[in-house]
Nanobody
């Protein structure tokens, strides 16, 4: 069993920055692949970024967002810069116990409750 809790969401103006955190508990963290996803109202959940031994990004956030992890703290981060109104969504972190950093949400085993990010224009 893995528990995930996100934090760091909020309201920010376009062009601003936020850093999301996701703390994991329940098992050895270093071997787990972690992903960030987001879901806007009326839309499907979409991949944002993932990290295992390397990192992957969606085209919509590449160059603006950075995913990183700190295994000693069982924490994964999502640094979001140059935010746009279209980045507004609930952001979720997820864990893949097989260590696979992949874009398909159904392949992740555990999810956090999410944190709201709102970008005003």
């Amino acid at each position: 069993q893995v528990q995930l809790v996100e934090s760091g969401g909020g309201l920010v103006q376009a062009g601003g920055s936020l850093r999301l955190s996701c703390v994991a508990s329940g098992r050895t963290f270093s071997s787990v692949a972690m992903g960030w996803f987001r879901q806007a109202p009326g839309k499907e959940r979409e991949f944002v970024a993932a990290i295992s031994w390397t990192t992957f990004y969606s085209d919509s956030v590449k160059g603006r967002f950075t995913i990183s992890r700190e295994n000693a703290k069982n924490t994964v981060y999502l640094q979001m810069n140059s935010l746009k109104p279209e980045d507004t969504a609930i952001y979720y972190c997820a864990a893949n116990l097989k260590g696979q950093a992949i874009v398909t949400p159904t392949r992740y085993d555990y999810w956090g409750p999410g944190t709201q990010v709102t970008v005003s224009s």
